[in-house]
């Protein structure tokens, strides 16, 4: 599994700060992936007990049948696709203010 450098060091490097960039979107892409997967087969929604070898011939197996089917393109309500909000524009979003620690008296009133 690739790390990525830490803050300090990609401060001063551009290549190790693209690096960087590039593994988190590479790690988002996967994720995204197995997450779609985790909905269409809910079998890894637990732990995969299987040797790695054989645990990544089933993940295969799985995005094989599913382009092969053709399955995003015929269900596609029932994927989740979160938008790219890189270069969203910001503008007209204000900050939220902190609500501060604990509920007072008034909040565990409403509880009861």
Same mark, same amino acid.
Request: proline fraction near 5%; glycine fraction near 6%.
């Given at each position: 599994?690739?790390?990525?450098?830490?803050?300090?060091?990609?401060?001063?490097?551009?290549?190790?700060?693209?690096? /960087?960039?590039?593994?988190?979107?590479?790690?988002?892409? &996967? %994720? /995204?992936?197995?997450?779609? *997967?985790? =909905?269409?087969?809910?079998?890894?929604?637990?732990?995969?007990?299987?040797? =790695?070898? =054989?645990?990544?011939? &089933?993940?295969?197996v799985v995005c094989c049948n *599913?382009?092969?089917?053709?399955?995003? &393109?015929?269900?596609p309500t029932k994927v989740d696709?979160?938008? /790219?909000? %890189?270069?969203?524009? =910001?503008?007209?979003?204000? /900050?939220?203010?902190?609500?501060?620690?604990?509920?007072?008296?008034?909040?565990?009133?409403?509880?009861r």
């Amino acid at each position: 599994m690739m790390k990525p450098y830490p803050r300090a060091q990609i401060l001063h490097d551009e290549k190790k700060r693209k690096f /960087n960039f590039c593994l988190s979107k590479a790690r988002r892409t &996967s %994720e /995204n992936a197995f997450g779609i *997967m985790s =909905t269409i087969f809910r079998i890894f929604f637990i732990p995969i007990n299987l040797k =790695t070898e =054989t645990e990544t011939d &089933s993940i295969i197996v799985v995005c094989c049948n *599913m382009l092969r089917d053709d399955y995003l &393109s015929l269900n596609p309500t029932k994927v989740d696709i979160t938008p /790219n909000l %890189e270069g969203f524009p =910001t503008q007209n979003l204000i /900050n939220l203010a902190g609500t501060g620690g604990f509920a007072g008296a008034e909040g565990f009133e409403v509880r009861r």
